[in-house]
Nanobody, 127 residues
Framework: QVAASGGGPVQAGASRRLSCTAS????????IGWFRQAPGKEREGVAC???????????YYADSVKGRFTVSQDDGKNTLNLQMISLKPEDSATYYC???????????????????WGEGTLVTISS
């Protein structure tokens, strides 16, 4: 089960924080990621984290958000917060959190990597 929250209207240049909680994992190795989809566009990966069997985490970012978006996890490691700064109108989209047991060879920024999807949360940036 995946649940996301935190969307809303934002002024360009401002910040916004989205939160995601995933539950029901059956493997210690897992992926959790943020994706977004703007009207008329494909769903794209924004940022994701790979947690290995040891509990170590590696993060990955889309080029379009590097330096502006940062993910973090709470102690439980089944959360993924997305801190967004310097927001632009082109960041407007419905943001989805998703998760998967195990690794995916195509990388966690691929929407095909994810098995479980939460309902989206809409972020609208006005100029």
């Amino acid at each position: 089960q995946v649940a996301a929250s935190g969307g809303g209207p934002v002024q360009a240049g401002a910040s916004r924080r989205l939160s995601c909680t995933a539950s029901g994992f059956i493997e210690s190795e897992r992926l959790i990621g943020w994706f977004r989809q703007a009207p008329g566009k494909e769903r794209e990966g924004v940022a994701c984290v790979y947690i290995d069997d040891s509990g170590d985490a590696r993060t990955y970012y889309a080029d379009s958000v590097k330096g502006r978006f940062t993910v973090s996890q709470d102690d439980g490691k089944n959360t993924l917060n997305l801190q967004m700064i310097s927001l632009k109108p082109e960041d407007s989209a419905t943001y989805y959190c998703a998760a998967r047991n195990g690794w995916y060879v195509g990388g966690c920024l691929s929407k095909d990597a994810m098995s479980y999807w939460g309902e989206g949360t809409l972020v609208t940036i006005s100029s």
